[in-house]
């Protein structure tokens, strides 16, 4: 479903990614690892289409970086959620129209939006907080608020950069708990950390990355326990 | 369909809405880049109006020669219609000469209280088409009447018509300099009064993009915003303009204001420029970069 081969991007004299190959299966959960700059941003950008490679070509579903027109960039993005470090929400409105209005971009009858809103609302918990301003929300609602715009279109891949990282310990649990629910409701997740904790419980497979590139080696968490400092490079 | 154009309705809604306080701002400096470009539109218009009352002075007279005969009047008075650039011609014999030159005279009429004789020729008064007013084309036209058999003399001022000329020219010319200038100084003054005005947006933008809005998406909404901006501030610059035409008339006889198609121009300008000024604002965070 989507494919990074042979990927590298580059500003200038700095190598952001280095030849990164890998690919993510329908329904899987990543958890890409790595110590801030290492490339994990520019990953989730690259599957976003925010940047292009400077060589490769990543692939999601049918789209390729290398053929994509412009226009289609937004049909793409509406078969992608992504969830910020810093939500990315539009402050002045309300939780309900922070998520409708991903659906009202793709044309959905209002009917449809309204019904479909409610619940996803419901799913992360915040449905008797619909018709609250987001400025009024703490911050672990206000990621649970883009967790539901991203899922509310059930896109093919939810991208997470770094989603718990302005949350407390326990918050950042029910964030992480809420992905994993959308991922056994079938939405593949990829989940960029450097939350040693998340990384710690978490079942899943684990990508790390150091300088750009992907360092070989199993990094989930049965296979660090008992050894994380050296193997997470923490 | 209906979805998106609501969602159209409801992002220009929201953004009005939002922004309604700081885009005070805006509509007032757009204003008054907008309240220039409209006195200079109302000065275009007086120096039209000058420049065709100046053209209308603009004619030949062809005296006639005393021994002129009724043939040759005859004659000259069909080919004249005929000419390249007549657009009409008017016989004015000896006696009505003499009675306009009385009427002229006025109170002094008795100045030709001794003349027994009438010492005024017979004449045909020319008026040509405004195209025809210049120097060398007034002068081929006179060269040919001369030549004309019980032609006297050809009169049509031949040395102010270059200079008027000239004069046209040169106005036109900086009237046009004036009206780039002005014209690309507007829009730079509205197009960042505008990325001003939506930088408080960029969140907006942000989250559109995020989610799959397409660039068209993205920009109707901030471009109407603009152009209802932009249509506020001409419409503040237009009242101000009336209050100083209104002062300017009171003073100066003769003084227009912005015609219809004027007044249309100043509106549709105000609007074109707002939502022009949104568009280059918002495409900032729209660029895509590949490699």
Same mark, same amino acid.
């Given at each position: 479903m989507i494919s990074f081969r042979n990927v590298s991007k580059s500003y200038g004299q700095n190598v952001a990614v280095r030849d990164l190959s890998f690919h993510i299966e329908r329904g899987e959960f990543i958890v890409l690892i790595g110590a801030s700059g290492a490339g994990k941003t520019t990953v989730l950008q690259l599957l976003h289409h925010e940047i292009f490679p400077t060589s490769g070509v990543v692939t999601v579903g049918e789209y390729s970086s290398d053929t994509i027109r412009t226009s289609a960039i937004a049909r793409l993005r509406r078969k992608l959620g992504f969830v910020h470090q810093d939500f990315r929400l539009i402050r002045d409105r309300s939780v309900f129209e922070n998520v409708a209005i991903a659906m009202r971009v793709v044309g959905t009858p209002r009917r449809v939006i309204g019904k479909r809103v409610k619940e996803v609302l419901a799913e992360v918990g915040l #449905?008797?907080?619909?018709?609250?301003?987001?400025?009024?929300?703490?911050?672990?609602?206000?990621?649970?608020?883009?967790?539901?715009?991203?899922?509310?279109?059930?896109?093919?891949?939810?991208?997470?950069?770094?989603?718990?990282?302005? #949350?407390?310990?326990?918050?950042?649990?029910?964030?992480?708990?809420?992905?994993?629910?959308?991922?056994?409701?079938?939405?593949?997740?990829? #989940?960029?950390?450097?939350?040693?904790?998340?990384?710690?419980?978490?079942?899943?497979?684990?990508?790390? #990355?150091?300088?750009?590139?992907?360092?070989?080696?199993?990094?989930?968490?049965?296979?660090?326990r008992g050894d994380e400092g050296v193997r997470t490079g923490f | 369909m209906i979805s998106r154009l609501e969602h159209f309705l409801r992002e220009i809604a929201c953004g009005l809405r939002r922004s309604m306080g700081s885009h005070l701002a805006p509509v007032v400096l757009i204003a008054?880049?907008?309240?220039?470009? $409209?006195?200079?539109?109302?000065?275009?218009?007086?120096?039209?109006?000058?420049?065709h009352l100046a053209h209308g002075k603009v004619g030949i007279t062809v005296y006639l020669s005393d021994g002129a005969t009724e043939e040759e009047k005859k004659a000259l008075s069909e080919m004249l219609p005929r000419l390249g650039g007549v657009r009409k011609a008017a016989y004015l014999s000896e006696d009505e000469a003499l009675r306009r030159f009385e009427e002229e005279l006025g109170t002094r009429s008795y100045l030709l209280e001794g003349v027994d004789e009438n010492p005024l020729p017979a004449s045909f008064e020319v008026d040509v088409y405004d195209d025809w007013k210049t120097a060398d084309r007034m002068a081929e036209l006179a060269d040919k009447l001369r030549a004309v058999p019980g032609v006297e003399s050809v009169v049509y001022g031949e040395s102010w018509v270059g200079r008027l000329e000239r004069w046209i020219y040169f106005v036109v010319a900086l009237d046009l300099f004036l009206g780039i200038v002005l014209g690309l100084s507007t829009l730079l003054v509205v197009g960042n009064t505008m990325k001003?005005?939506?930088?408080?947006?960029?969140?907006?933008?942000?989250?559109?993009?995020?989610?799959? $809005? +397409?660039?068209?998406?993205?920009?109707?909404?901030?471009?109407?915003?603009?152009?209802?901006? $932009?249509?506020?501030?001409?419409?503040?610059?237009?009242?101000?303009?009336?209050?100083?035409?209104?002062?300017?008339?009171?003073?100066? +006889?003769?003084v227009l204001f912005l015609d219809l198609p004027g007044t249309v121009l100043f509106f549709a300008l105000g609007a074109s420029l707002g939502g022009c000024g949104a568009l280059l604002s918002i495409n900032r965070y729209l660029r895509v970069k590949r490699g």
């Open positions: #449905l008797r907080r619909a018709r609250d301003r987001v400025a009024e929300l703490s911050g672990g609602e206000q990621q649970r608020v883009a967790i539901a715009r991203a899922l509310v279109n059930r896109p093919y891949i939810l991208l997470a950069d770094e989603p718990t990282g302005n #949350l407390d310990p326990d918050t950042a649990a029910e964030i992480y708990a809420l992905l994993d629910r959308a991922n056994l409701g079938g939405t593949a997740v990829l #989940l960029a950390t450097h939350d040693r904790e998340l990384i710690r419980r978490s079942k899943h497979r684990v990508l790390k #990355l150091a300088e750009g590139m992907l360092v070989p080696g199993d990094f989930s968490a049965g296979a660090i | 008054v880049a907008l309240f220039i470009m $409209g006195l200079f539109f109302a000065a275009t218009r007086n120096m039209k109006e000058l420049i001003l005005a939506l930088e408080g947006r960029k969140d907006t933008v942000e989250v559109l993009r995020l989610v799959g $809005g +397409s660039r068209f998406q993205i920009r109707l909404p901030f471009v109407v915003e603009g152009a209802i901006i $932009g249509l506020l501030s001409s419409t503040l610059a237009f009242a101000i303009l009336y209050r100083t035409w209104r002062f300017a008339a009171a003073r100066l +006889s003769g």
